[in-house]
């Protein structure tokens, strides 16, 4: 599955720019280490992101503020300092994020029909993600 994954280049250029811009980005993933770790060595995605914390590798599950903190730390900033979540689930990433005291940004792709959320902004694309983030400067 790894090999069969692509990262759009927008995606890839959208994160040099927030790194450019000064924000520290990391991936968080509750998925397994052997799929989730060539997906992000394959896509091109270890080069363009300062951290990554998988559950595979770390043995804690999103939304617990363990792996939070480890990509916190991974990316030499302290997760009491605040920070974005932006996720597509409404348990592990938005109430996780919001839990650990960060703003949230749910990319909503429909599978979450009527359910209330409690994130910051509402997107259907990562890109547009990245333009929230883009705009707090």
């Not at 040099?16 to 770790?37: K, P």
């Not at 938005?94 to 429909?110: C, P």
Request: hydrophobic share 45%; aromatic share 6%; glycine share 14%.
């Amino acid at each position: 599955m790894p090999y069969l994954v692509r990262c759009r280049s927008e995606m890839l250029d959208g994160l040099a720019g927030l790194r450019a811009s000064g924000w520290r980005v990391a991936i968080i993933t509750n998925g397994t280490a052997d799929n989730q770790l060539g997906k992000i060595q394959q896509t091109g995605l270890a080069e363009a992101v300062d951290a990554y914390a998988l559950l595979g590798l770390e043995g804690i599950r999103k939304p617990d503020v363990g792996l939070f903190e480890i990509a916190a730390k991974r990316c030499g900033v302290a997760l009491a300092e605040g920070g974005w979540m932006i996720g597509d689930n409404l348990t592990a990433d938005m109430a996780g994020g919001r839990a650990e005291g960060l703003r949230t940004t749910w990319i909503d792709r429909g599978a979450w029909p009527g359910v209330d959320h409690q994130a910051d902004y509402v997107v259907t694309d990562v890109l547009q993600a990245m333009e929230v983030l883009e705009r707090q400067g």
